[in-house]
């Protein structure tokens, strides 16, 4: 083996991740020289597109930043303007919020595992090349999805821009019917997110230790998804209002994605650090399915992330029973809105991580200014650490081949999703 | 070498939500890929962007001078092109920077502007390349796209939904929520599709499937206006998801001369 190999490697298209992204890999014998995600989506400039729109039409706009995590967009903004307005929607409301973040973790989550990052461990170039092979294993994750859809339809219409949230609640309270039909379904489906959960850690996973600095939301008494204060595994504890004080982004020349640090550093976002940050907070059936798994958690694994998804799939079914077993029908499924001006935060944890908002209004209760941080940008920096200690691991003896695999691997770890990271950039014309 | 009919699934410029149109079919996308062969389709595995197909499915809005030139390549390697939801065949949300006037955005300051590179509008794909059938939505749903693939199959072009939402509330018995509750529904001149889901949930069509055959923009602009709402507000219902459709972008520029 020659020290004077140089590597070059360019995958314009990487397959299996939402959105546009390309890595690039330049080394000399056994240095790396540079390893990029470069993401080349084009920004959509949202934070603008909300400037001037009324309050009520956020819900609906914001949804279309990503057709993965509608939901996720639903839920920040609307936690963000009722705290602008100083309004709290109740228990109910609050309820089914979580209700329906269930399913969108659990469709997200199921997408993931089983159509995008599965295929990687097993060597597999798609789920469907993987179907051939494991048939069992993949009906059961599309049925998974399913469960998640049908979920998240039962208070929004349909999976994808779900149309009933709104500021203040929902437009519509389901039917006990319905809800009874939603918790046979869920209940069907317990023994296979269980089993999902064993099959992930059995999974021929690389080994790769790493230290990473873990940040998600963190609530009083229950996992987060809606509600908490920002923490992380270094110790901070803050305010969703001290997040731009905290955090800062930065533009980079290969990415139209902003670039998060934290203290100047990179952090991890999503589910395995919302796992680590909150293992006390997870309801029995489920601590016991993870300790039952093999896999000990907190971990160093970037690799068990796939574990953390599978868990928390687990941990959505239960809760979602849990919540809509005891469910009646209220009187109204929203409280009345009255916008003044003033600046609301939200920040919820979307399938891949935290998503933080802030809305200025005006006395009208229309939008001034927005800035929406989603995950991908925030995990960005960790992805490309990711890079460069996987590949110092790995050895860069390997072929090109099997360096382009192992990265993209690395990547879609991260389950990316690049077009929710690029939306925020501010327009630059170039006239066609 | 396989004998199944080729379909490809590109993307530009969009939030992906349409694509899952296929990976939410459960076990059909099993089905449908030992039907067709999915020889280009990112998201789900198979990079092949420059091979020929029977039918492209193209997601996304035009908005870089790259995509500019993708776009003729699609097409040139596809029998079959197949526009996938709101911002393919009408530039989608994003398009709403067509209204703005270059100098204000521009005038918006960024960090290193010289990085990214972007045209100022969001196009549909229509108006660049020839495009053999549109498939409405803000998404589209699975039943439009396996209609479509099913129907080209066949060799013949999918039925075309273009009736309005309004009509398939009365169909279905769902009370109007803009007589009853006098909210500003948009069912009258939206297309159906989504089985109007929006009424059916008790609250207005927000326009998401796009105007329908024959929309009357401007007597649902007076309509509103009789429901007291300012004409800045009754533009704003028409710039939504498809604010770029002809006829949704001159209702919205009627209200405000």
Redesign the interface.
């Known amino acids: 083996m020659s020290t004077e190999r140089q590597i070059a490697i360019h995958v314009p298209v990487l397959a299996r991740v939402e959105g546009e992204g390309a890595l690039e890999l330049r080394a000399h014998g056994d240095r790396i020289e540079d390893v990029h995600l470069r993401i080349f989506e084009p920004p959509r400039f949202f934070e603008k597109l909300l400037e001037g729109r009324d309050h009520a039409e956020v819900p609906d706009m914001v949804a279309r930043i990503c057709g993965i995590c509608p939901v996720a967009y639903q839920m920040s903004a609307v936690q963000a303007i009722e705290r602008a307005f100083g309004i709290d929607p109740g228990d109910w409301v609050r309820a089914m919020r979580r209700v329906m973040y269930c399913g969108e973790w659990i469709e997200s989550h199921a997408l993931h595992i089983h159509l995008l990052a599965a295929p990687d461990f097993l060597g597999f170039g798609s789920a469907i090349e993987m179907a051939q092979r494991h048939p069992a294993e993949v009906r059961r994750g599309l049925a998974l999805q399913g469960v998640g859809n049908e979920l998240i339809r039962l208070l929004g219409g349909r999976s994808v821009h779900p149309v009933g949230v709104c500021v203040g609640g929902f437009h519509r309270a389901p039917s006990p019917h319905e809800v009874d039909r939603m918790v046979s379904r869920l209940r069907a489906a317990l023994p296979d997110a269980e089993a999902l959960v064993a099959w992930t850690a059995g999974l021929p996973l690389p080994r790769s230790e790493q230290t990473f600095n873990s940040v998600a939301l963190r609530h009083g008494k229950e996992y987060p998804m809606n509600e908490g204060r920002i923490v992380s595994s270094g110790g901070l504890d803050i305010d969703l209002a001290d997040y731009e004080r905290n955090f800062e982004e930065s533009q980079v020349a290969h990415s139209t994605a902003l670039f998060s640090l934290h203290e100047g550093k990179p952090y991890l976002v999503g589910p395995l650090a919302r796992l680590q940050l909150n293992l006390d907070r997870l309801p029995p059936p489920v601590a016991r399915s993870l300790e039952a798994c093999g896999v000990r958690f907190p971990t160093r694994n970037m690799y068990h992330s796939i574990v953390a998804r599978a868990a928390e799939i687990l941990l959505a079914v239960h809760e979602a029973i849990r919540i809509l077993s005891g469910y009646s029908r209220p009187t109204m499924s929203r409280i009345p809105v009255r916008p003044h001006s003033g600046v609301g935060y939200g920040a919820t944890e979307a399938p891949r991580g935290l998503l933080w908002h802030r809305y200025e209004f005006d006395g009208d209760g229309r939008v001034r200014a927005a800035r929406i941080v989603p995950p991908t940008s925030q995990n960005q920096a960790r992805i490309e650490e990711d890079l460069r200690q996987s590949l110092e691991e790995y050895g860069l003896a390997h072929s090109d081949d099997e360096l382009r695999r192992r990265c993209e691997t690395v990547i879609r770890n991260y389950d990316p999703c690049i077009s929710c990271a690029t939306h925020f950039l501010q327009l630059h014309v170039s006239r066609a | 070498m396989s004998t199944r009919p080729r379909i490809a699934v590109h993307?530009?410029?969009?939030?992906?939500?349409?694509?899952?149109?296929f990976?939410?079919l459960?076990?059909l996308?099993?089905v449908l890929?030992a039907h067709v062969e999915?020889v280009h389709f990112?998201?789900?595995?198979?990079?092949n962007?420059e091979v020929p197909v029977d039918i492209a499915f193209v997601e996304g809005s035009i908005?870089?001078?790259e995509?500019?030139e993708r776009i003729q390549r699609v097409r040139k390697n596809s029998d079959h092109l197949v526009t996938l939801g709101a911002c393919a065949t009408a530039g989608?949300?994003?398009a709403?920077?067509n209204l703005?006037s270059?100098r204000e955005?521009?005038a918006?300051?960024?960090?290193?502007?010289?990085?990214?590179?972007?045209?100022?509008?969001?196009t549909a794909i229509a108006r660049h390349v020839k495009v053999d059938f549109e498939l409405w939505g803000?998404?589209v749903?699975s039943r439009q796209v396996l209609g479509a693939v099913r129907a080209l199959l066949f060799g013949v072009g999918p039925l075309e939904e273009r009736d309005k939402v309004c009509l398939e509330c009365k169909r279905s018995n769902i009370v109007c929520v803009m007589v009853t509750r006098r909210e500003p529904c948009m069912g009258p001149v939206t297309r159906t599709g989504?089985g109007a889901?929006?009424p059916?949930?008790?609250?207005d069509c927000?326009g998401?499937y796009g105007p329908a055959e024959a929309a009357n923009t401007e007597s649902l602009s007076r309509r509103f206006e009789g429901l007291g709402l300012l004409p800045e507000?009754i533009a704003?219902r028409f710039l939504?998801?498809n604010a770029a459709a002809p006829e949704f972008a001159e209702a919205a520029m009627r209200t405000r001369r």
């Open positions: 993307k530009f410029a969009s939030c992906d939500g349409c694509q899952l149109a990976l939410n459960g076990e996308l099993l890929a999915i990112a998201e789900a595995g198979p990079v962007p908005t870089t001078r995509d500019l989608g949300l994003q709403l920077r703005a270059a955005w521009s918006a300051v960024y960090a290193r502007p010289e990085y990214i590179a972007s045209l100022d509008t969001s803000c998404p749903s989504c889901l929006c059916r949930f008790g609250r927000y998401c507000q704003r939504g998801m």
